[in-house]
Nanobody, 118 residues
Framework: QVQLVESGGGLVQAGGSLRLSCAGS????????MGWFRQAPGKEREFVAG????????NYVDSVKGRFTISRDNRKNTVYLQMNSLKPDDTAVYYC???????????WGQGTQVTVSS
């Protein structure tokens, strides 16, 4: 079992920045690949960014490339999402998740709201 708690969301103006954190506890956190997802009102949840267990490999959805950066600190059992040049379209609830099997994320946090005003 892995427990995840996201933090760092809030209200920011377009062009601003936020850093989300996802603190993990329970089973060994550092052995898992991790991901950030988001869900906007009326839309399906979408993948935003992923990071390998070591932090050596990352990937992003096209819409955030060059603006968002995913990172992790396994000593602190924490994954981060640095979000710069935010746009109103980035408004959503952001979730972190643990990838437990190829293509499957088995543990999820409760989410943190990000609202970008124009």
């Amino acid at each position: 079992q892995v427990q995840l708690v996201e933090s760092g969301g809030g209200l920011v103006q377009a062009g601003g920045s936020l850093r989300l954190s996802c603190a993990g506890s329970g089973r060994t956190f550092s052995i898992y690949d991790m991901g950030w997802f988001r869900q906007a009102p009326g839309k399906e949840r979408e993948f935003v960014a992923g990071i390998s267990w070591s932090g050596g490999s990352t990937n992003y959805v096209d819409s955030v490339k060059g603006r968002f950066t995913i990172s992790r600190d396994n000593r602190k059992n924490t994954v981060y999402l640095q979000m710069n040049s935010l746009k109103p379209d980035d408004t959503a609830v952001y979730y972190c998740a643990v990838r437990t099997d190829p293509g499957k994320y088995g543990y999820w946090g409760q989410g943190t709201q990000v609202t970008v005003s124009s």
